[in-house]
């Protein structure tokens, strides 16, 4: 049971570079986030999905694409990297069920760096 | 909108002695509340969560929290506190599409 698991750990991209990181969840969630932290700005929510096949912007989409094709993946994707995207980048997920007996689960997150 | 504010970037606490991280919050309807506490170089670990019931809400590492209604505050304590414990702690609110709101962080500095 491996809960959410981001690849890569850390990555070095350049300028106009582009990537793609992958969030997988085995725990049949319907909903997962990716998010952005930043020192002293929290966490900050880039895209979401609530299902397969669905997605929708959060409050920092601008630079980024995502995809959901499988219940179990979320895709982030960064098509031409910009050095204000170095961040640290993490992935959660939430199923359906009453908030009481679930939770949001984490990934251990991606360290970008853009130079 | 729904926001989390945590008034201080930094708590300090001599180990032993209780701690409070402060945390409020605005939202419309039922507030759905959470603290989680990051490592360096980690993960968010999920500590406790407010849904309904009691004001006072229990959780990990002795950790609680309690809710405050009318001043709408949700404050991480705890009884005595270790160096361990000295770690970046976020507080957020489930707005009512599903997404968590988080507040920009305190670290806590516990001293031997």
């Known amino acids: 049971n491996a809960g959410v698991t981001q690849t890569p750990k850390f990555r070095v991209l350049k300028t106009g570079q582009s990537m793609t990181l992958l969030c997988a969840q085995d725990?049949?969630?319907?909903?997962m986030y990716w998010y952005r932290q930043d020192p002293g700005m929290g966490l900050r929510l880039i895209h979401y999905?609530?299902?397969?096949?669905?997605?929708a912007k959060g409050e920092v989409p601008d630079g980024y694409n995502v995809s959901r094709l499988k219940k179990q993946n979320f895709l982030l994707g960064l098509e031409s990297a910009a050095p204000s995207q170095t961040s640290v980048y993490f992935c959660?997920?939430?199923?359906?069920?009453?908030?009481?007996?679930?939770?949001?689960?984490f990934g251990s997150g991606t360290r970008l760096t853009v130079v | 909108a729904q926001s989390v504010a945590q008034p201080e970037d930094q708590v300090n606490v001599a180990e032993g002695n209780p701690l409070t991280v402060k945390c409020t919050y605005s939202v419309s309807g039922n507030p759905y509340l959470f603290w989680y506490v990051q490592y360096p170089n980690r993960g968010l670990q999920f500590l406790l969560k407010?849904?309904?019931?009691?004001?006072l809400v229990k959780g990990s590492y002795g950790f609680e929290a309690e809710f405050n209604k009318s001043q709408t505050s949700f404050h991480l304590k705890k009884p005595s506190a270790l160096v361990s414990d000295s770690a970046l702690y976020f507080c957020a609110v489930r707005d009512h599409t599903g997404k968590l709101i988080f507040g920009q962080g305190t670290t806590l500095q516990v001293k031997p």
């Open positions: 959660a997920s939430l199923s359906r069920g009453p908030l009481k007996r679930s939770g949001y689960t």
């Open positions: 999905s609530v299902g397969e096949g669905t997605t």
């Open positions: 725990m049949n969630h319907e909903y």
């Open positions: 407010y849904i309904t019931g009691d004001n």
